[in-house]
């Protein structure tokens, strides 16, 4: 038992965990890098003023947030967004608009862990800044739907993007003549009315003078076809898209953020916490900057936790999956050193193989050749290559197919690229 | 002007430093992958208490240290070692031995900022434990050799390893009979020797019963015939890489920590920082785990900043870095969309193109054809693909050669993929 444990709500990545998590963020880059998208990263700790700027002081319940030495207020970053509006606010000139910008990075929040949610997680985070239609928005749905569909989660059955707009209440309201202070509490409400009770609901609605029933008739006759989602319905079927989507007016994501469309992502088996959220947050990079830089913005986060967990149990993800935990623990070669006479031949061999790009192995002080042989296996080698009594020829087995040539050593490296480039035969997985 | 800053010390990635931070951490990972050692990462807090066990007390001045709200004594890490040794200590039954581990990410370190040496910086440790030879020392100073060459620093007229072994002097104090219970009080006179002046250190010195000369005399001597070099010389000769190395007595690397060989990095060029460190530290497992799992080790770490530094100053490392760069940024295929009647179809094929790993990016409202050629020089696309009027054919227009051809859109993919797959022609750097 050792006496030092993990700091609660953080995570230890054994190399399998961490073989996920560079999954994970490999596929995330990839596509992104597809749709244009260029990476940034922002500094894993802020002032402690920028998190309270954006969500107000009760933020600072939920960050990992102390004094430094110098009594700086300072904050482990909850999420990114703040630090991208505060980063583009003072660099913005030196790029073109759109912007549009991905980042893959840890988050932490000082909360009670659960299922899906500990103190610390890796989230992939994609916006656009200077663009004002509704294209940008159309752009971040398309890319959080490939992303899952690169992982293997493909079907409308798998998935679902949870739509709606802030600006189809703003007309509810307007056309119920409520007066636009009310318009955060409203929001709040409907952001709580699939948890909360009926009755509970309806006596917050009617301190601001509201039915539940006006809602309900409301939420029921929002459609597709509502004007709002006109733009982005077009583009998304354009894209063959569209039937990923669907409309729900009760996804209004939280507080004052966000200004126009959100949307969240959601699995459609395992009811799941959601995969990802985001909107068009117009109004932001003006409040971080106190007014000096003013662009409209949208994008949406994806964390690690919940999506690890339905990789791990959807059918259709798990082979990629499982490639992927190969790939990083296995190696191409493993050099057996049956005649130690010839380690010296094996070291220059080794490096000669490694300097080529092949992933070479070895064991480090003499072994009976057995043993050696079991050490390529448990490293998933393709080859082995045994240097013996022969050298200066050596011999090439090929673990899998359990086949077997020799070559003299000039040649080795060059044989060796040759049959890496043949497909691989033989049990892959063990 | 941002009414925020980033904390003192620490940095904003915009895309060029993030492409430069990916370039160098994908680089160390695929050479370490090359010598078949698998990634690990360890979180980003620890108890505090883990780094005085390895430290002492006094580490916590030169920590981001803090109280959570549950008054618990947690550090940002300021290395990754003493995690490795607790996530050891605590699972190695389910690894064969030796482990091979790396890992690469952001460690922190509260110090006054100065060239080189920031608050934050991204650190790459390869390690091995559960052998007791030196055959881990060299495969450790080997793949720091490899990764510096992978960067395009090459000869040992560009860098080299100043090696030592603890040992040396183990045996020297035992000549000089002098008392075990002075050994660190020793290294630490030793550690100094180069930047303190000979007065300081010869009053040091006479404290347990030495003279500087007497030292002076052992350094001079010592030399890569000293038979504590023997195995090592012998393994990297065989490899290649014994011209890299210089013996160097005064390597010893702080405190108690390292216990046989201790090498260090350094350009030969610039007069930077050490560009890496490392060693032998048989004892820090058992210390980390009160003595239950006893597995010796070594490894070496290596910082992203100076070596940034280098290679933004090597002119053999500047070409490598320059395509980096180019490749973060870059696209394959811009879309122009010429005639907006055909923007559902250039939805359609944009969708088609990323979906098959092409990167591919378009205007997200009508804009001049002019503008969109422009905007796609800006992306640095190699190709331009045009719906226009002439829909459903489609022009490719090679951005580099100058060239184009007409495709019918059927065909797009498979012809972009075609081209994609031919050497660019044409100035690539703008």
Redesign the interface.
Known sequence: ????????G??????QE??L??YITETWR??A????F??????????T??YR?KSGDEITNQL?C?????E?E?SLRPEVTP?LA??V???QR?F?K?I??FQIG?CFR?EVPQKGRGR?FIQFNADILG?S?S??SA?LI?LAI?VLREFGICTPEDFIIRLSNREIWNIFLADKKIAEEHTTTFLSIIDKIERASAEETEKKLSVIGLTLAEVRDFMASTNENHPAFAELR??L?????WKFVEIDATIVRGLAYYTGVVFEVFDKKHGLRALAGGGSYDKLCAL???G??DLPAAGFAMGDVVLGILLEQTPSAQMKLTSAYLA??S?DAFVVVADEAQ???A??A??AL??A?????YS??PQKVGKQFQ?AE??KARFAIVFGAEYPEVVIKNLLARSQSAVPVDGLVAEVQKLLAEPAIGPLIA
Chains 1, 2 share one sequence.
């Open positions: 038992m050792a006496s030092f444990q993990t700091v609660k953080f995570r230890d990545f054994f190399p961490c073989a998590r560079n990839s596509v890098r597809r749709y244009g260029v990476e940034y990263e922002a500094p894993l700790l802020e002032e003023n920028l700027k990992f102390f004094r430094d030495k110098a700086r300072i630090s505060r980063m606010a003072e660099k030196d073109k759109p549009k910008w840890p000082y610390e663009d239609s294209a940008p752009e398309a490939d077009e583009n079927t354009a894209r063959g898209l971080i900057s106190d000096t830089v990083a623990s190696i380690r010296p031949h070291l220059a080794i490096q490694r300097a790009g092949i992933r070479a192995d480090f002080g050490a448990d490293r």
